[in-house]
């Protein structure tokens, strides 16, 4: 990036490179559409004279090894297993923060966005069944469940201020919970054959993390060293190698090493130091400045939570980075010569049928039924349009029903489920926007 120096030499390179970017990345819809770039960019590759070239680069070979131990996989297998672990954590911190400190922590609070959850993922398991029947169909129940949170809330914030925060933090909420829903299935229904060794030593590695959360060790470095060897654990044990995210984001510490108000003080104390000696202008800092600089550093980190600054971090990595090339690894679906007829398949049809039909009657159908026996209330200034326009937002399940799909399906049946999850988000989408766009607080 440009030196202020440099910017003021050269305004244009700022104004008209540097600014649309930062602009760009400023935006809560920001994380969706590159999603949807990359997606588009997927499709257009997949179905171009250089379709091959596309299929080919994401089952090159990639190797990692260190002496006679090593893994060698397809890049398609690297991205689907290993970076995704990254967004799994990231869904575990999430999930965990909700539970303890946010919209999940008393059952009151959670009661209306869990209920909505469960419906938004039993209704579409019960419809796409009823659609797929039986047979090798069956195995994909699971991918009409998932809700892709931030292509939902992107489109939610290309809305604007007219609808109330709180119908963001349902969503939100809602969204979470049902991530926590699709990494249980993934758990137990899309195992393989189970190494009971390899099994073993995940659990070992993990009690290892609990009792450095334990003693008191709040170094994020040393999380994500031993959560690398949990996740080589998982691998190798038949699990899904993605769950070693959501496990080490459990140990991941919360709480504060210092108390905040001690914190207030001593940086009050140093700030007033580096006051009295500091000077203007840039120049190398004297000892006293830097001890001063460094002690309030190491005290905003104990007093920072772990796992806040873990998510931090995380976010705008798994953002613009790993889904946006797990879409483009994914969502690449060669259309074929009879495009209609793979868009009648029973598998798209299904899937179509999951996230279209089977999100709005789940979502809408059990907030409602939460609501009308006394489970839970409606947020505040929020309506039941308003509450169907989400339900019809959750059909959106690219991200983490393209995931499912690919541990469901293999071949043609895939490629049906990436069609039906396509066609279903973008009506879903554009459905969902559609009822939104009037709505307000007072509708």
């Known amino acids: 990036?440009?030196?202020?120096?440099?910017?003021?030499?050269?305004?244009?390179?700022?104004?008209?490179?540097?600014?649309?970017?930062?602009?760009?990345?400023?935006?809560?819809?920001?994380?969706?559409?590159?999603?949807?770039?990359?997606?588009?960019?997927?499709?257009?590759?997949?179905?171009?004279?250089?379709?091959?070239?596309?299929?080919?680069?994401?089952?090159?070979?990639?190797?990692?090894?260190?002496?006679?131990?090593?893994?060698?996989?397809?890049?398609?297998?690297?991205?689907?297993?290993?970076?995704?672990?990254?967004?799994?954590?990231?869904?575990?911190?999430?999930?965990?923060?909700?539970?303890?400190?946010?919209?999940?922590?008393?059952?009151?609070?959670?009661?209306?966005?869990?209920?909505?959850?469960?419906?938004?993922?039993?209704?579409?398991?019960?419809?796409?069944?009823?659609?797929?029947?039986?047979?090798?169909?069956?195995?994909?129940?699971?991918?009409?469940?998932?809700?892709?949170?931030?292509?939902?809330?992107?489109?939610?914030?290309?809305?604007?201020?007219?609808?109330?925060?709180?119908?963001?933090?349902?969503?939100?909420?809602?969204?979470?919970?049902?991530?926590?829903?699709?990494?249980?299935?993934?758990?137990?229904?899309?195992?393989?054959?189970?190494?009971?060794?390899?099994?073993?030593?995940?659990?070992?590695?993990?009690?290892?993390?609990?009792a450095m959360n334990r003693l008191g060790v709040r170094a994020l470095s040393a999380y994500g060293a031993v959560g690398v060897l949990l996740w080589i654990a998982v691998l190798q044990s038949g699990v899904h190698a993605t769950v070693a995210g959501v496990l080490l984001a459990a140990a991941v510490p919360v709480g504060r090493r210092i108390d905040l108000t001690d914190?207030?003080?001593?940086?009050?104390?140093?700030?007033?130091?580096?006051?009295?000696?500091?000077?203007?202008?840039?120049?190398?800092?004297?000892?006293?400045?830097?001890?001063a600089i460094h002690s309030l550093e190491v005290g905003t980190e104990r007093v920072d939570s772990p796992l806040l600054r873990m998510e931090h971090g995380l976010l705008p990595w798994v953002t613009y980075g790993v889904m946006p090339v797990f879409a483009l690894a994914n969502a690449g679906v060669r259309f074929g010569a009879d495009p209609v007829g793979a868009l009648t398949a029973p598998v798209t049809l299904a899937v179509l049928a999951g996230l279209l039909a089977g999100k709005q009657l789940g979502v809408a159908g059990f907030a409602w039924a939460a609501v009308r026996l006394g489970l839970a209330t409606l947020p505040d200034r929020v309506t039941w349009r308003q509450v169907y326009g989400v339900a019809c937002l959750c059909g959106i399940g690219f991200t983490m029903s393209i995931f499912i799909g690919g541990l469901a399906f293999e071949g043609a049946l895939l490629d049906q489920a990436k069609m039906g999850i396509l066609a279903g988000s973008l009506v879903s989408g554009l459905l969902g926007w559609a009822v939104l766009r009037g709505a307000t607080s007072g509708s």
């Open 1 to 210: 990036m440009a030196s202020t120096e440099e910017s003021s030499r050269y305004p244009g390179i700022r104004s008209y490179v540097v600014e649309p970017f930062e602009r760009f990345f400023r935006l809560e819809a920001a994380g969706g559409i590159l999603l949807l770039v990359a997606a588009v960019w997927a499709l257009g590759w997949a179905n171009s004279p250089w379709s091959a070239s596309y299929f080919a680069l994401w089952q090159t070979p990639v190797a990692v090894e260190l002496g006679p131990v090593g893994l060698r996989k397809p890049l398609l297998l690297w991205i689907n297993d290993g970076l995704m672990a990254a967004f799994f954590l990231l869904v575990g911190l999430e999930i965990k923060r909700e539970v303890l400190v946010g919209e999940l922590a008393s059952l009151r609070q959670a009661a209306l966005p869990l209920s909505a959850a469960a419906g938004g993922m039993v209704a579409p398991a019960l419809l796409y069944v009823a659609v797929a029947g039986g047979g090798e169909a069956a195995s994909g129940w699971a991918v009409p469940m998932a809700t892709d949170i931030a292509f939902a809330l992107g489109v939610l914030a290309l809305l604007g201020r007219g609808l109330p925060s709180s119908l963001r933090v349902f969503l939100a909420a809602l969204a979470i919970a049902d991530d926590l829903g699709a990494v249980l299935v993934i758990a137990l229904f899309f195992t393989a054959e189970v190494s009971a060794p390899a099994l073993l030593a995940a659990g070992g590695i993990f009690v290892v993390l609990v």
């Open 263 to 291: 914190f207030v003080e001593r940086a009050r104390s140093l700030l007033d130091r580096l006051s009295e000696t500091g000077a203007p202008g840039e120049r190398v800092p004297t000892k006293e400045e830097h001890e």
